[in-house]
Nanobody
Framework: QVQVVESGGGLVQPGGSLRLSCAAS????????MGWYRQAPGRQRELVAY???????NYTESVKGRFTIARDNYKNTVDLQMDSLKPEDTAVYYC???????????????WGQGTQVTVSS
């Protein structure tokens, strides 16, 4: 019932920028945390960044100072601004949302379909 959709991926040269967007919709009571994972071929999925409902953010060390995560609690959206991109950033990026669908229900993660980011010259 909860849908998570990402957009904004593409091909960019090293040093360039991309902005990923994600929107959650459906039966949403509260979204506690939204964030981004990425997965490159042959590698495990890794957490890139997350942002809590309060606005508290966390970034993996390799993207600190280059990526910025922000959310709109009313619109149930989260963006990832990626600057100074490196070839090592190439991966499929997945958005997730930690969602409570009803006031007294269980909370669980919902995932987007992924969007490809390729950094290459």
């Amino acid at each position: 019932q909860v849908q998570v959709v990402e957009s904004g991926g593409g091909l960019v040269q090293p040093g360039g920028s991309l902005r990923l967007s994600c929107a959650a919709s459906g039966s949403i009571f509260t979204i506690f945390t939204m964030g981004w994972y990425r997965q490159a071929p042959g590698r495990q999925r890794e957490l890139v960044a997350y942002i809590r409902q309060s606005g508290l953010t966390n970034y993996t060390e390799s993207v600190k100072g280059r990526f910025t995560i922000a959310r709109d609690n009313y619109k149930n959206t989260v963006d990832l601004q990626m600057d100074s991109l490196k070839p090592e950033d190439t991966a499929v990026y997945y958005c997730y949302a930690d969602v409570l669908t009803t006031m007294r229900g269980a909370r669980r993660d919902y995932w987007g379909q992924g969007t490809q980011v390729t950094v290459s010259s």
